[in-house]
């Protein structure tokens, strides 16, 4: 069936390091990937989505481009602030009415 | 108030207890949904409404009981839980079923004694 890998955490980077978090799926057909993050306390918010190969999802800074030959959806910031520090998970949904998230990756950023 | 709403925010009971999470969409979405979310787990897909009708019931243990009276409010029913049933408890909304964007309330933090 279909699902998502991600990058074990907890990740740990020095303010304005480069973040790359991993993240690749297994589905049928062509299915729509997405990020979201999740700040403390709080619930799961859309970072940025692409619906088909090629497409490059963006905001805040983060980009993630979808590549189907690898079958990928890397999430990337070239400078992270601390409050950038959050759970950062992936998922992606596919025809047939499912929805799949990651388990989530954990990172802090300290100044 | 605007987006997804959940109350209450943090909820302690006891295994014999009877409680409802509430959660409320401002959104005018047509799909609703609850999610579990357990530590070092991925989220949980429970249940999903779609106008009203619920579409989805991933074999949820039948103490679980949701209800939705309207597209804009769910409720989870909770009765005789388990410790391991204690976690966050996510309600999201969208405006297609599954394969839309969804939008997540803050989240019910469960803990059952």
């Known amino acids: 069936g279909d699902s998502v890998t991600q990058m074990e955490g907890p990740v740990t980077l020095s303010e304005e390091a480069f973040l790359t978090i991993n993240c690749t799926y297994t589905a049928t057909g062509y299915p729509s990937l997405f990020w979201y993050v999740q700040y403390p306390g709080e619930g799961l918010q859309l970072l940025l989505k692409?619906?088909?190969?090629?497409d490059k999802g963006s905001n805040k800074g983060f980009e993630a481009t979808y590549r189907k030959e690898t079958t990928s959806f890397h999430l990337e910031k070239g400078s992270v602030q601390v409050s950038d520090s959050a759970v950062y998970f992936c998922a992606l949904s596919n025809t047939g009415n499912q929805f799949y998230f990651g388990t989530g990756t954990s990172l802090t950023v300290i100044p | 108030e605007t987006g997804v709403t959940q109350t209450p925010r943090h909820l302690v009971m006891g295994m014999t207890n009877k409680k409802s999470l509430k959660c409320e969409q401002h959104?005018?979405?047509?799909?609703m949904y609850w999610y579990k979310q357990s530590a070092k787990k991925p989220l949980e897909l429970m249940f999903v409404y779609n106008f009203k009708e619920q579409t989805e019931n991933n074999s949820v243990p039948s103490r679980f009981s949701p209800e939705c009276p309207n597209s804009s409010h769910l409720f989870l029913h909770l009765h005789t839980l388990q410790p391991e049933d204690s976690a966050l408890y996510l309600c999201?909304?969208?405006?297609?079923?599954?394969?839309?964007?969804?939008?997540f309330g803050p989240g019910t933090r469960l803990t059952v004694l």
């Open positions: 692409a619906t088909k190969a090629d």
């Open positions: 999201a909304s969208s405006q297609e079923a599954l394969t839309d964007t969804q939008y």
């Open positions: 959104l005018g979405h047509n799909a």
